[in-house]
């Protein structure tokens, strides 16, 4: 059970609910909001739109560039209790290359997630929709570290296994799906784009169908591992995730609405997990069973 990067922000959390927060970390993994080389302000407001059923948003990869990340932000990750996957974005193959380096010969990080897919950034240029681009993104920075790299995949390309296929030929270890799929809202008066991006990403229960269906395909034309999300919300939705190929799932957006969410679904997929295989749940006998033995 992961994150879904950018979703949880784990510095914050331990500043408001203290080191509770480690001894209930909700996550087995955790992934960081992605980092880009320079400092980023991240697009202007309003960042968030709520759909009937999602959010649409327009964050704009706001963060303090490599070097900040490496000085301020990685300590406080190194001492959440799980391995830290550490999420970035290259706008350029240089600024990509010095990514992977920079973050990949720091032993607190466990692993690298590509970000090929984000959604909003002023080119509108989506490296990850195009399985050359991706490709070449994995060939580039695999001789840079021996650390796993997780290629996050965009739903917005028309075929996503076709992408998955080329990061797996390239050298990744895994990718994760889906990112949010492109969307748009207008301003109830002025009838002008609400976010301060223009358009933005739409995620949560409104997407569900349509990551697992990716999901699904994906997982049929790769042979490394696929990290499931979109919309879950339950372990049954999990559950699905699970069916349909995905090696491990991560929550997202219930997240927002749940900062304990990814313990909650994890809970009710061990316990569907093993009524399927038929075995009880209650790990302690009943108190009866306990007095006699
Ligand atoms: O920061 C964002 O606006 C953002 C990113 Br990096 C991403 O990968 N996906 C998304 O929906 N928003």
């Given amino acids: 059970m992961l994150n879904g990067s950018g979703t949880f922000d784990a510095i914050a959390a331990r500043r408001t609910f203290g080191d509770e927060v480690l001894e209930r970390f909700p996550f087995d993994a ?3 909001k992605t980092i880009t080389l320079a400092p980023r302000q991240g697009n202007p407001p309003p960042r968030l739109w709520e759909t009937p059923a999602g959010l649409i948003n327009s964050i704009g990869l706001p963060n303090k560039g490599l070097e900040g990340f490496l000085s301020t932000d990685l300590p406080e990750l190194a001492e ?3 391995p830290l996957v550490v999420s970035v974005m290259g706008f350029s193959h240089d600024e990509l290359a010095q990514l992977v ?3 990949g010969e720091r032993d607190e990080v466990a692993m690298i997630e590509l ?3 984000c959604p909003n950034v002023e080119t509108g240029l989506v490296m990850g929709a195009d399985p050359a681009e991706a490709a070449r993104a994995v060939e580039l920075t695999r001789p840079l570290t021996e650390k796993p790299l997780i290629v996050k995949l965009t739903p917005n390309a028309s075929e996503p296994q076709a992408v998955a ?3 797996e030929a390239a050298g990744a270890e895994a990718v994760s799906l889906i990112n949010t799929l492109k969307g748009m809202a207008l301003h109830p008066r002025t009838r002008s784009p609400w976010l301060g991006g223009g358009s933005g990403g739409v995620s949560g229960p409104a997407v569900r169908a349509i990551a697992l269906e990716q999901v699904y395909t994906v997982a049929r034309a790769v ?3 696929v990290i499931g999300m979109g919309g879950i919300q339950t372990g049954r ?3 699905d995730f699970i069916e349909a190929g995905a090696r491990a799932i991560a929550v997202g957006t219930e997240s927002f609405r749940d900062p304990a969410a990814g313990t909650r679904i994890a809970d009710e997929l061990a316990v569907i997990s093993a009524s399927e295989r038929g075995i009880s749940e209650s790990p302690t006998p009943p ?3 306990r007095a006699q033995t």
């Fill in 165 to 167: 296929a080329a990061a």
């Fill in 115 to 117: 970000n090929v897919s």
């Fill in 30 to 32: 955790f992934v960081s």
């Fill in 223 to 225: 042979e490394i591992a």
């Fill in 101 to 103: 380096a920079g973050v």
């Fill in 237 to 239: 939705h999990a559950a």
């Fill in 287 to 289: 108190a009866g069973a």
């Fill in 80 to 82: 959440l209790p799980v």
